[in-house]
């Protein structure tokens, strides 16, 4: 199993930043997808973004933070950053890491607890 622990959250003015981090620990050499996600008080969850690892990586978002966000990983698979700059109000919500493990031609998905980003005047 991978378990995940997000840290970063905060309250935060419209146009500051934030940077969250998702640490891994586990089985982690069978991650094949590390993402964030978040989700406001009373609506869905959705994606805002990820990284699918290969020979190296690659990173998506979703359109409402392209350009805005930034996801890394810090020299290796057990840790992933998302630097979120120019926060907006709509940003709000509780932010969540994602990973998926490659197992038997699966994948399996594991969550972390999530951390609250709250951004307001």
């Known amino acids: 199993q991978v378990q995940l622990v997000e840290s970063g959250g905060g309250l935060v003015q419209p146009g500051g930043s934030l940077r969250l981090s998702c640490s891994a620990s586990?089985?982690?050499?069978?991650?094949?997808?590390i993402g964030w996600f978040r989700q406001p008080a009373d609506k869905p969850r959705e994606m805002v973004a990820y990284i699918r690892f290969g020979v190296g990586f690659s990173a998506n978002y979703s359109d409402s933070v392209k350009g805005r966000f930034t996801i890394s990983r810090e020299n290796a698979k057990n840790t992933v950053v998302l630097q979120m700059n120019n926060l907006k109000a709509e940003d709000t919500g509780t932010y969540y890491c994602?990973?998926?493990?490659?197992?038997?031609?699966?994948?399996?998905?594991?969550w972390g607890q999530g951390t609250q980003v709250t951004v307001s005047s």
């Open positions: 994602k990973s998926a493990v490659w197992t038997k031609g699966a994948e399996y998905d594991f």
């Open positions: 586990g089985n982690i050499f069978s991650v094949v997808y």
